[in-house]
């Protein structure tokens, strides 16, 4: 905003101070200012703890660091990683294309609904760390009881989500569909998925994070593989920096893995969301 001040007779614009400039760009970025500095909060009493220390097993943030960059340039997260997502990639797959299948049959029929329901309730509720060693047994310790482990933890978030988003569609919608005398086939394709879309593809993201957690558990507890193998070798030898920095580098996968999917949902399926 620019203020006429008058000057010899004549009038002028005069800009807003630098200062005032400041402040305003300072208030328009101030969530992500805040959400920064309660991350090097964290970082500093990660420090601190570590300097005490609360814990010979427990590092400083900087020895953390420095054996995360260390890791990184060596290949170690690379190779690990690679191993890693082979599980992970094949069972959200295979989560996503029958979860979201399942989902929307189930939230079409109330017959469907009562024979299938009840299993994946079952399953979300179960403790899958107490499951994996039943999947070793009958599969062995190789890809697949992985990425079973994966299915098992991935699945049922994405099949529920599915049915709940199909089921509560908006029914003014249907009702349109209906007084326009479009078939079946019309009000699922152009009506209740478009419309339940965006709560699918939460569920997608839920389930990708579940997903994290089982090949992860599964690399703990039936071979130790790829970045499982990191945690279980550098724990087995103390040295607790490279083992927390394996761990940091599985929060900071899965959190960029999800970030993009949400970037991805809000360019693609949510644009009106994204431009409020």
Known sequence: MTYPVQANGSSRAVPPSEASFFWRKLSEHRTALWRLASVGLFFLIWEIAGRIPISFAF???LETLNAFVTMTLDG?????????????????????????ALGIVMGLSRFAEWLVAPVF??????????????????????????????I???????VLNGYKAVRNANPSLVAMCYSFQGNLWQRITKIIIPDASPVIFAGLRLGLAAGFIGVILAELLITPTGIGDLITYHRSVANYAEMYAAVVSIILVSTLTLAALEAFELRVLRPEKKRS
């Open 59 to 61: 590092p400083t943030f």
């Open 76 to 100: 170690s997260f690379v190779a690990a990683y690679a191993e890693t997502l082979q599980p992970l990639v094949i069972g959200i797959a295979v989560s996503a294309v029958i979860g979201i």
């Open 121 to 150: 309730i079952v399953l979300q509720a179960a403790p899958m760390a107490a499951l994996i060693p039943l999947i070793t047994f009958v599969y062995g310790i190789g890809l697949v009881s992985k990425t079973l482990a994966v």
């Open 152 to 158: 098992m933890l991935a699945l049922p978030v994405i």
